[in-house]
């Protein structure tokens, strides 16, 4: 994903950029059209924010549910 990103130029800094301007400019409106902060799509931003510092990766997987699991039996 890396390679993808600095193949067209994008960085952390500009990644960064965006997430904060959606934080900040997040409004959707009512049914009588009516302007109001979009707390979800702010929290959405936030949450990616934490995503991306944990360096964590989007899916684990448990050794102990591959070898021992009842329908992972080798």
């Given amino acids: 994903m890396s390679v993808a990103l600095d193949m ?3 960085d952390e ?3 960064a950029k965006k997430i904060r301007e959606i934080m900040e400019s997040a409004y ?3 049914p009588e059209w009516e302007l109001i902060p ?3 799509v702010m929290l ?3 949450k990616l924010v934490y995503k991306m ?3 964590k990766p989007d899916t684990q997987i448990n050794i102990a549910n591959i070898f021992w699991g009842k ?3 080798l």
């Fill in 38 to 40: 979009d707390y979800k």
């Fill in 28 to 30: 959707t409106s009512t």
């Fill in 13 to 15: 800094l500009v990644m």
């Fill in 8 to 10: 067209v130029g994008i």
């Fill in 44 to 46: 959405d931003a936030v």
């Fill in 71 to 73: 329908g992972w039996d």
């Fill in 53 to 55: 510092r944990s360096w």
